[in-house]
């Protein structure tokens, strides 16, 4: 059809097609992105989504990106009683974040056949519980550079939650991503096509 229409085009045309379906490419054929800031909101759109696609004639093998969810300890910082002690919210995250921090790569180590990463971790919180979290005491620095010793759970509550294997990121928003396979003998086109108007 393409070459028909174009018969009368000054250049040269080459026309190829290929009967390989998306899957073979690397991608699970069909891709829905939900992009937002909420994770909260991101987890149950896209439990919504993967259950509309479920639905839709020629797919399989449908997964939302929650099935190696792992549970979390969310610490949620109150901005008043961090402010009581003279502090930002950012600097409780920040004296958390360091105690909770994972390994570093300190260097590596190469060899004629391979390079080793070599880790420096600190003992002290290798083996860090969540009831370890929650008596968690932070040295923090003050605006005024005074040092004060405050109770994580005087400035902070604490919730148990689903927490993401890893959080997608593309142009500085986050996004899951629902995927399908198509289902033997059915057409990627139409599928697609299917999933669009559902």
């Given amino acids: ?13 080459t026309v190829s097609t290929s009967s390989m379906d998306m899957s073979a490419l690397g991608s699970s054929g069909i891709v829905v992105q939900i992009k937002g800031k909420d994770l909260d909101k991101l987890r149950e759109i896209a ?17 939302d990106g929650t099935e190696d969810s792992t549970d979390e300890l969310r ?33 590596v180590l190469s060899t004629d056949t391979n390079e080793y990463d070599v880790y420096v971790k600190d003992a002290a ?8 979290v929650r008596n968690m005491t932070l040295e923090v620095t003050k605006q005024d550079g005074t040092t004060e010793q405050v109770k994580l759970s005087d400035v902070a509550s604490f919730e148990n ?6 959080i997608s990121r ?16 059915d057409n990627i086109g139409l599928v697609s096509s299917r999933v669009k108007k559902t």
Wanted: charged residues 30%; negative net charge.
């Fill in 1 to 13: 059809k393409i070459e028909e229409i174009t018969k009368d085009l000054d250049g040269e045309l």
């Fill in 75 to 107: 610490v949620v910082v109150d901005r008043e009683k961090a402010s009581a002690h003279g502090l930002t919210v950012a600097q409780v995250y920040q004296e958390l974040a360091g105690k909770l921090s994972e390994a570093k790569t300190a260097t």
């Fill in 161 to 166: 939650a689903k927490g993401l294997q890893a």
């Fill in 170 to 185: 593309k142009e500085q928003s986050r996004y899951m991503s629902v995927t399908a396979e198509i289902a033997d003998g």
């Fill in 47 to 63: 439990g919504d989504v993967k259950e509309i696609v479920a639905g839709v004639e020629g797919t399989t093998n449908v997964l």
């Fill in 125 to 132: 919180n290798e083996s860090m519980t969540r009831d370890d």
